[in-house]
């Protein structure tokens, strides 16, 4: 199964934090969508998750009901402490996450974050292609994808593709040889 990580990155190469004085961009947020959609999954932490249901942004019956963005679509929580949340599958670790919806028949996994999860998937070499959203916002001190928390090292990636998507967002497609 291919795993596809999707992040949005600040102009300073940050790993981008969203809050409500500084929402994600909606063409980044459509395009998410409609990466979800082609994968037919996405998998998330358990605190983005939360905070993409934030009652005062969406219901959680709305994330997952037949009308919304994500409906029919496969959504993996990861969560080592939380067994069951409604709508979705829960998962304890990336690879249960990716054996889950390779059972399932899917071809291509969706990583869409947050931090926590994307970090898992890079340091255990779990990413196949990463898909960058560079948003037209620097930030100050924050949060980064790393291969490895503690020691340096280095990946060489190659370029798959580069484009706008609108908004002054630029999206850069690379692959990662395992
Ligand atoms: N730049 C982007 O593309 C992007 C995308 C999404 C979110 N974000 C940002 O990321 C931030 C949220 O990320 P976060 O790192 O705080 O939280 P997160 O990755 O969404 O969720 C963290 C939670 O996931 C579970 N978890 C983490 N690692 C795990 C593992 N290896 N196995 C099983 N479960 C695991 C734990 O849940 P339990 O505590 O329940 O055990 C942990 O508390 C926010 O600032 C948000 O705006 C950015």
């Not at 981008?16 to 998410?32: G, T």
């Not at 069951?84 to 990583?111: D, F, W």
Request: glycine share 8%.
């Amino acid at each position: 199964m291919k795993t596809t990580l999707w992040a949005t990155l600040t102009a300073n190469g940050n790993y981008a934090q969203s809050s409500p004085d500084n929402p994600p961009k909606k063409e980044a947020l459509e395009d998410f969508a409609a990466q979800a959609k082609a994968a037919g999954n996405f998998i998330v932490g358990r605190k983005t998750f939360q905070e993409m249901s934030d009652p005062s942004r969406v219901s959680q019956e709305e994330m997952v009901n037949t009308e919304g963005p994500f409906a029919g679509i496969d959504i993996v929580v990861l969560s080592k402490n939380i067994e069951n949340i409604p709508g979705v599958t829960v998962v304890k670790s990336p690879q249960e996450a990716i054996s889950y919806l390779s059972q399932k028949g899917h071809l291509t996994a969706l990583i869409g974050g947050g931090g926590d999860i994307h970090n898992s998937f890079l340091e255990q070499g779990l990413v196949d292609e990463v898909i960058f959203n560079v948003a037209p916002v620097l930030e100050g001190k924050g949060l980064n994808l790393l291969i490895d928390k503690d020691n340096y090292r280095f990946k060489a990636v190659r370029l798959l593709d580069c484009k706008p998507l609108g908004s002054d967002v630029v999206q850069l497609r690379y692959a990662i040889d395992r």
